[in-house]
């Protein structure tokens, strides 16, 4: 059996919704492309559109926990643990360069770094960029504390992190006292005066 030929009215009907749909692109896309990117400090979208966090951390809370003796890396490609950093307080920010949040609040760990790093150790890991990028973008928000690498994600698969950043507050012998997703300044000298 001969199929038919679409009819005059079926033809101008999805003519009509090609260009409504078409018209709704177009002013999405002008939108979109309009002007300068938006920028989120000093973050600028790869793609159009806006940056949402998380309404919940989607982490394990691994508060209470023993801080894994994992090896990473440092800038060198030397191995490390942060046991290495035992018999002082550590703050510990898990991070990466293309993560929005965590591009906003370095800044702020360099600030409180700067005012308690004499009593509190301070320690980026980064499982994603390269070193070059990771110094780079930390030293650019004023980071001076140790950054390590953790490209095998051996000690972020151990803490079970799957979402960016996180922080965790440890105690000199190793156990995590807390964690937390974003965090800004005031968060974290509260969270140092209340734990340390």
Do not use: K
């Not at 030397?78 to 591009?103: D, H, I, K, Q, T």
């Not at 004499?118 to 110094?135: H, L, N, Y």
């Amino acid at each position: 059996m001969a199929r038919r030929p679409p009819s005059r009215t079926t033809m101008v009907v999805a003519a009509l919704v090609a260009a409504i749909a078409g018209s709704l692109v177009g002013v999405v896309l002008a939108d979109a492309f309009d002007g300068e990117p938006e920028y989120d400090g000093d973050f600028v979208l790869e793609q159009p559109g806006v940056f949402q966090q998380p309404d919940e951390d989607i982490n394990v809370d691994t508060s209470g926990g023993e801080l894994p003796d994992v090896p990473i890396v440092d800038a060198d490609g030397n191995e490390v643990s942060l046991a290495a950093y035992a018999g002082r307080p550590l703050v510990v920010n898990f991070w990466f360069s293309r993560c929005a949040p965590c591009r906003r609040e370095l800044r702020d760990f360099a600030e409180v770094h700067a005012e308690v790093g004499d009593r509190v150790q301070f320690v980026g890991v980064d499982p994603f960029d390269t070193v070059e990028a990771m110094e780079r973008f930390a030293g650019e928000r004023g980071v001076t504390y140790p950054l390590l690498r953790d490209p095998e994600r051996s000690l972020t698969n151990a803490l079970s992190i799957v979402g960016y950043p996180v922080t965790l507050f440890v105690d000199a012998d190793g156990t995590i006292l807390r964690q937390t997703g974003v965090i800004d300044a005031d968060g974290l000298r509260s969270a140092i005066e209340e734990l340390f």
